[in-house]
């Protein structure tokens, strides 16, 4: 301590504000101690048993507020994750007059990271009125309209990024799931396709172009790009049963039946996780003629052969 004494004393000449942060940080130790450790110290209300946020005071916010020491200090909790805190001090900010869109960004991206997607996109919509930061503002508002399962609103924002970015393939990628939650899967393999050819190696394409392609009855591509998914290693049990179904749907049985026989055999699955995964698609094996009383003979069929297999 007294070697450090020494330094300070010799930095104090070139640097004043090096002898106020000791002074700062011995003080707070001091009470420190004084609260933690004093014999008597449990006849004290100890100051930093309970959440201490000096920002909030009101003797502070009314005699001293800086505003840009309260922004510093809201850049540095943002810094740290410290999300309910970044809000608190921007809140405030704002209450006092700031109007950044910088402002407004932090408190929408606090929200959001804590999973309050309705705060958060109320204040993306108010940092939109900026003008400026578009790309990422259009991003952040179609996030949060499909995570509200807001899809319609989601699509416009994502046609917006797309307007502003149109080689953007996370952009087209995202229009694509907004087109398929709607149901408009031409529209989304549009899109899909567009990511597949300038990103040829990105195998996450595949299921999504798949699937639709299964959707819109054209089970020749479905298949293909099924067995794409499979290749690769990347194929999970639902996409097993959807590569069957595509299979069922051409009147492919042998096709469908080893499909399913593979994706029970490789997942090890439960009848009743099966039936879960495998009657999820049955509209659409409505829609291209399979009947109830076929889906309950292969379903039977599938695990009276297991059954029967298990035993021997």
């Known amino acids: 301590l007294e070697s450090m004494n020494e330094l300070v004393k010799d930095d104090e000449l070139v640097n004043q504000s090096i002898l106020d942060k000791y002074i700062i940080n011995q003080y707070i130790q001091d009470l420190y101690r004084f609260y933690k450790i004093f014999p008597n110290r449990s006849e004290f209300a100890d100051i930093f048993a309970d959440k201490f946020e000096l920002f909030e005071s009101e003797i502070i916010l009314g005699k001293w507020f800086n505003l840009d020491l309260y922004k510093n200090i809201g850049s540095l909790y943002f810094r740290q994750a410290c999300y309910n805190e970044t809000i608190k001090i921007f809140k405030i ?19 959001q990271k804590l999973g309050d997607y309705n705060n958060a996109l109320s204040y993306y919509k108010k940092s939109e009125l900026f003008g400026t930061n ?4 259009y991003k952040k508002i179609a ?14 924002y994502y046609l917006k990024c797309e307007g502003l970015e149109p080689e953007n393939l996370y952009v087209h990628a995202n229009i694509g799931h907004s ?7 031409e529209g989304a393999l549009k899109h899909y396709f567009k990511v597949e050819y300038f990103a040829p190696s990105n195998n996450k394409i595949l299921r999504p172009i798949a699937w639709c392609s299964f959707a819109l009855g054209k089970f020749d591509t479905s ?9 690769k290693n990347e194929a999970t049990l639902t996409d097993y049963i959807a590569l069957g179904n595509a299979y069922w749907c051409q009147q492919e049985i ?3 039946i080893d499909s399913f026989r593979k994706g029970i055999s490789i997942f090890s699955s439960d009848e009743i996780s099966f039936k879960k995964d495998f009657l999820e698609e049955k509209e659409f094996l409505f829609k291209y003629g399979i009947l109830q009383f076929e889906i309950e003979l292969m379903l039977d069929f599938l695990f009276l052969e297991k059954v029967v297999q298990d035993i021997i």
């Open 134 to 137: 578009m790309e990422w503002n």
């Open 93 to 111: 900010l704002i209450s006092k007059g700031l109007n950044e869109q910088n402002a407004f960004e932090k408190i929408a991206y606090s929200y």
């Open 143 to 156: 996030l949060c309209y499909r995570v509200l399962n807001e899809n319609d609103k989601a699509l416009e």
């Open 179 to 185: 087109y398929m939650r709607l149901k408009d899967f």
């Open 254 to 256: 042998d096709g469908a």
């Open 223 to 231: 298949i293909k790009y099924y067995k794409k998914l499979i290749l």
